[in-house]
């Protein structure tokens, strides 16, 4: 499959709203405009052009359409755009987190936590998914992953007026007390894939952009 435009990635969003557990999560990475109106291409003068920007489009329009629905909170409708998405775009590291946020609607923790955790393989800094990730560990049951991915996700969010921040606080304040009280000691930051000590590492996606 050919590179998607860096300008697409760019250009999409990523939204999701979810309240499970009593955490709620809704974050987007800052997002930057095309930089030039593209001229639709002839489909009979260059069609590998014409062949690209459908395929973008598409991909924006699923996008898109997913994203509405996770604000409507018709995860089904969410996960059957996102599927054609990451047809499309497999790479797309925003997409693997919407599908976990839709997932986690659905209480499909597990599957859930494998589309946060192949976010955070394509993208170490994908900070989002750190937060499903974790809140996906709690739904499992595994106080001490959740904690972990916590831990990863205050470390790797940079914006200090950020109100998830605060509930990401409260709830590894009452993960870890949890755990105190249990007389297990909580696991490292290093459990997370693509990351060490709660530090960005490089993964199989390459240099990993900042949110």
């Known amino acids: ?51 690209r920007q459908a395929r973008e489009a598409e991909i924006r329009a699923r996008f898109d359409q997913a994203v509405v629905m996770l604000h409507a909170k018709r ?10 998405v990451l047809e499309l775009a497999p790479k ?43 809140v996906a560990f709690e739904g499992l049951g595994d106080i001490r992953l959740a904690i972990s991915a916590m ?12 109100p998830y921040l605060a509930k990401a606080r409260s709830a590894l304040w009452e993960w870890e007390s949890q755990v105190k009280n249990s007389g297990k000691e909580p696991l490292l930051p290093a459990a997370i894939p693509g990351n060490q000590d709660g530090k960005p590492q490089k993964g199989s996606g390459g240099k990993a952009a900042a949110d």
């Open 75 to 84: 995860y089904d409708y969410a996960i059957k755009s996102l599927h054609r």
């Open 1 to 51: 499959m050919k590179k998607m435009d860096k300008r697409l990635l760019a250009a999409l969003t990523t939204a999701g709203a979810i309240a499970v557990g009593g955490l709620a999560i809704y974050l987007w990475p800052d997002p930057a405009p095309l930089s030039v109106a593209e001229q639709p291409a002839d489909p009979k003068t260059d069609p590998g052009a014409h062949s």
């Open 92 to 134: 797309m590291p925003e997409a693997h987190v919407n599908m976990g946020y839709a997932l986690l609607g659905m209480e499909n923790y597990k599957a859930a936590a494998d589309f946060f955790s192949t976010a955070i393989e394509l993208n170490p800094r994908q900070v989002n998914a750190y937060y499903g990730l974790a």
């Open 151 to 162: 831990r990863s996700y205050i470390h790797l969010n940079k914006n200090a007026g950020d």
